[in-house]
């Protein structure tokens, strides 16, 4: 079983950066999808942002020009920068994996336990 461990969150004034961090127990290789995925209270989970192992990645419209992911197979990691951050940027964000070729929520197959992310003056 991949287990996946997020580091990074905070609380940070808006107009901050932060940078999200996910290490995985093993090799992260042979995982097809990876992404970053956020659930604020009351709010259904979201994908943010995806990537596959060749490192084509994708963003969400609504988060393009603020955040970016990448992955680095050889530490076994994938990051999400995040600049400009908003309040509405509050939320749990949670790093996944699968294989099935879908960045969709029922198709991850491993979670992380996630880091909050707190924006707020």
């Known amino acids: 079983q991949v287990q996946l461990v997020e580091s990074g ?4 004034q808006p107009g901050g950066s932060l940078r999200l961090s996910c290490v995985a127990s093993g090799s992260i290789a042979g995982i097809y999808n990876m992404g970053w995925y956020r659930q604020a209270p009351g ?9 596959t192992s060749g490192g084509t990645a994708a963003v969400q419209d609504w988060f393009a020009g603020r955040f970016t992911i990448s992955r680095d197979n050889s530490k076994n990691t994938i990051y999400l920068q995040m600049n400009r951050l908003k309040p509405e940027d509050t939320a749990q964000y949670y790093c996944a994996g699968g294989h099935t070729g879908s960045y969709y929520v029922d198709a ?14």
Do not use: P
Request: proline share 0%.
């Open 43 to 51: 709010k259904q989970r979201e994908l943010v942002a995806g990537i």
């Open 108 to 121: 991850m197959e491993y979670w992380g336990k996630g880091t909050l992310v707190t924006v707020s003056s």
């Open 9 to 12: 969150g905070g609380l940070v």
